[in-house]
């Protein structure tokens, strides 16, 4: 084993990965600060302009995925390098949907509507899912009684048996040999 260790220890690429794993570190670090700075200017965006900047929705999808490559590197769950050692990762954008006034909600109490359709569905389900475990219950429970039952009646008839056996008359007093007497 010490010789499995050492011949580790002396692999080029294990020391260069270290290296690599640091300096991703440090750039995951400040990837974080990025985006809590992202996070800040689409708030701002939104609250201003009523919906959120697409250059920072395009440029926040590309920093989570560098974020995700980073993280399966330093996982070693791949060997493929992230930027800056790789391109920087774009996906394509997708525009956000123009809002329409029609179609959403105004007000919160069409919107609360909605979420309390929606809270009735989730319940139903719920107290559905309820009656089918109450109803097994009751069948396993009904079931079991019936087994109980069967174990009780059988018992009651072995008894019954041993009983009827222990009343019954030797084999010699059915033959008629107990009237004749004894001989002395």
Not at 90 to 118: F, R, V
Not at 147 to 158: I, L, N
Request: aromatic share 8%; no cysteine.
């Amino acid at each position: 084993m010490s010789g499995d260790i050492k011949r580790n220890a002396t692999r080029r690429s294990i020391w260069l990965r270290l290296v690599y794993m640091v300096v991703l570190i440090l750039a995951f670090n400040v990837a974080e600060l990025i985006t809590v700075a992202v996070v800040a200017f689409q708030f701002l965006a939104s609250l201003f302009t009523g919906q959120p900047n697409d250059q920072l929705i395009r440029f926040g999808r590309n920093l989570a995925r560098y974020l995700q490559q980073v993280t399966v590197f330093l996982t070693f769950a791949t060997e493929e390098k992230p930027f800056p050692f790789a391109p920087w990762p774009d996906e394509p954008h997708k525009k956000a949907p123009e809002k329409e006034d029609s179609k959403q909600p105004d007000d919160k109490s069409e919107a609360a509507g909605d979420s309390t359709e929606n809270d009735k569905a989730a319940e139903a389900r719920k107290a559905a899912e309820a009656r089918k475990a109450a109803e097994a219950r009751k069948a396993a429970k009904a079931k079991k009684a019936t087994e109980a039952k069967k174990v009780a009646e059988a018992k009651r008839a072995a008894e019954a048996d041993k009983a009827a056996e222990a009343n019954q008359p030797d084999a010699a007093d059915k033959t008629g040999d107990a009237d004749k007497p004894k001989d002395l």
